[in-house]
């Protein structure tokens, strides 16, 4: 059976400032075996303790590689996968404690704009017909206002009225992502999570959303979650942001304190992959060895200690709390504040350091 916390009344959010609040947050996905007789031999720890919080007009970056739990967790944090444990509060109520009709009236309030604009889209329907289905669904509309509804809408992401009468496939990729935009804010939400939502568009077009996502927080003042892969696009949109890493934490702070100063072994790794625009300067890359571990049998201590450039014998044994380095600055790591005081050198070779656990 998959490991379920306490759920304790202390865990809520006491600043009222804070719309989402994520406590220990775990998603499983369980691995059947057997041939005849079907049964569970493993989990799959997709999202296994993720704990933030989320402000009012705040946007939160999360990055890591793929397989890290990004998606998963924007899918625990909607209810589109229940999570197998922790807490979700959102204004201040546990969404793990409400019925399914309940969660429904909550979904007015926090939607989510999916990485693929086409496959989020039925082909069937309009974009008229895309964009007015919330509201349907929340019996929000009335004939008589359909019409203005769609066409400020459309307006307001930077399409024309006449697309509200075309199908998905007449669209290009930028312009459907800017349909699943619009269809997010129909219920005007208090959160939008955004998954990816620039990854499969042109550069140029990209450049359009995000400036668009930008100017629709200022007007309307409501909270993003944003999940990429670009740290380009991420420091552009964030206020904070979230490394994840096997379905773990490793680094949390604001944009400037991880841009200018990774503490992280594995946020080090990811800023100097960021690429620079001119040929004439020259950046060490850290090259990182190894491959990413099984979320179904990950490391019995830091997830990452396969893989670092800091590794030590304590990384393999025990597992690293996520703890303030300094102020609003999250690390998990043992040696966080040695690396940041520049006392704690890299490891020449990590086969002097295999798992002292085998």
């Known amino acids: 059976m998959t490991e379920q916390i306490n759920i304790s009344e202390s865990d809520a959010p006491t600043d ?17 075996g057997g041939v005849f007789l079907k049964r569970k031999i493993a989990d799959i720890k997709a999202v296994d303790g993720v704990s933030f919080d989320l402000y009012k007009g705040e946007t939160l970056g999360v990055v890591g590689e793929s397989g890290c739990g990004k998606s998963t967790l924007a899918k625990a ?3 589109l996968d229940k999570p197998s444990a922790g807490q979700v509060w959102f204004n201040g109520e546990d969404l793990r404690l409400k019925s399914g009709r309940e969660l429904r009236s909550v979904a007015k309030d926090m939607t989510l704009v999916f990485q693929d604009p086409a496959a989020s889209l039925d082909p069937r329907y309009t974009v008229m017909q895309s964009i007015l289905e919330p509201l ?3 019996g929000l509309v009335s004939e008589k206002e359909k019409y203005s509804i769609v066409r400020d809408l ?4 930077g399409l024309s009225p006449h697309h509200a ?3 998905p496939h007449e669209l290009s990729g930028g312009q459907q992502q800017r349909v699943g935009i619009a269809r997010a804010l129909t219920l005007q939400p208090k959160v939008i999570i955004l998954d990816e939502p620039v990854s499969a568009l042109d550069v140029s077009v990209q450049a359009s959303i995000i400036n668009l996502l930008v100017k629709l927080q200022d007007e309307l003042g409501f909270s993003y979650i944003f999940i990429a ?9 964030s206020h904070r942001l979230m490394v994840l890493y096997l379905g773990k934490t490793m680094e949390l702070g604001t944009i400037d304190d991880l841009f200018d100063n990774p503490l992280h072994p594995y946020t080090k790794a990811l800023m100097s992959a960021i690429p620079i625009p001119d040929p004439t300067v020259k950046v060490d890359r850290i090259m990182l060895k190894g491959e990413v571990p099984t979320p179904i049998n990950p490391p019995a201590g830091c997830r990452f200690c396969t893989r670092c450039m800091y590794v030590r014998q304590l990384c393999f ?4 709390i996520l703890q303030e380095i300094k102020t609003s600055h999250f690390v998990a790591c043992h040696f966080a504040k040695e690396i940041d005081a520049g ?13 002292p656990a085998k």
């Open 165 to 167: 009468y075309r199908y």
């Open 77 to 79: 944090i909607t209810f």
């Open 154 to 157: 459309l307006i307001r992401v």
């Open 317 to 320: 044994l025990q597992e690293p």
């Open 16 to 32: 009222e400032n804070i719309v989402l609040a994520i406590r220990n947050l775990r998603k499983y996905f369980s691995v059947d």
């Open 343 to 355: 006392t704690h050198v890299p490891t020449e070779e990590l086969a002097d350091y295999e798992n």
């Open 136 to 138: 349907e669904i929340h």
């Open 229 to 237: 892969h670009d740290l380009s696009v991420v420091k552009k949109v």
